[in-house]
């Protein structure tokens, strides 16, 4: 297999006071690294271990494609946030992401309520997503279920908000609307989201 489990790019408590450190270790420690493991299980001896996570996730289907996919997404979703103490949550104002944003949602404030609504309303598990679609030359909002991500439909993701309920159980208990909000608000990383779509496009 040419992936391994990524480190964290910051500290346990790093994302407080919207995700305290207990929930991050719990979620990386735990879940990240419990569908890490289960996938190399079910890959162990078997032609599809030399593909890449993003094959696997294209290519597979069943526990292969749920355990890739939920490797891929953990691992999209640590490096969508990004500590409030270094900036993250500053929203673009100016810039190709910014003109992106006001040509398809018709302003920031009209993506963060677009995706506050689709990570609030996705029933279940799953992800709240933003991503660049080639084909139409825009940006879009969707809550996918479970381990489903846009790379399933050839979009590119830009940033994603995790609405399992590891992500935020242990410190919200049942208000997953507060969780969703600190994480747009305070903690999204718009740089590192310009930088894909600059990447895409």
């Not at 001896?45 to 939920?70: H, K, T, V, Y």
């Not at 598990?125 to 991503?131: C, D, I, K, T």
Request: glycine share 8%; with cysteine; charged share 30%.
């Amino acid at each position: 297999m040419d992936f391994k489990l990524k480190p964290l790019p910051y500290a346990y408590d790093a994302l407080e006071p919207h995700i305290g450190a207990e929930t991050v270790e719990t979620h990386y420690e735990k879940h990240h690294r419990g569908y890490m493991e289960k996938l190399e299980k079910l890959l162990s001896g078997q032609p599809a271990a030399e593909r890449s996570l993003e094959q696997l996730i294209r290519e597979q289907s069943g526990p292969i494609f749920d355990n890739a996919a939920q490797v891929w997404n953990h691992d999209f979703y640590w490096r969508s946030l990004r500590p409030g103490a270094e900036r993250g949550g500053q929203k673009p104002r100016r810039g190709p992401l910014a003109e992106r944003i006001v040509a398809s949602f018709g302003s920031v404030d009209g993506l963060c309520r677009q995706l506050e609504d689709a990570a609030d309303k996705l029933f279940g598990s799953g992800y709240a997503w933003l991503f660049w679609r080639p084909g139409a030359e825009r940006l879009e909002v969707a809550g996918l279920p479970d381990a489903d991500n846009p790379l399933l439909t050839a979009d590119v993701p830009l940033l994603c908000i995790d609405v399992w309920e590891h992500a935020y159980y242990l410190d919200r208990r049942n208000r997953r609307d507060e969780y969703v909000s600190g994480v747009i608000h305070d903690l999204l990383d718009w740089e590192a989201a310009e930088r894909r779509l600059r990447d895409a496009v």
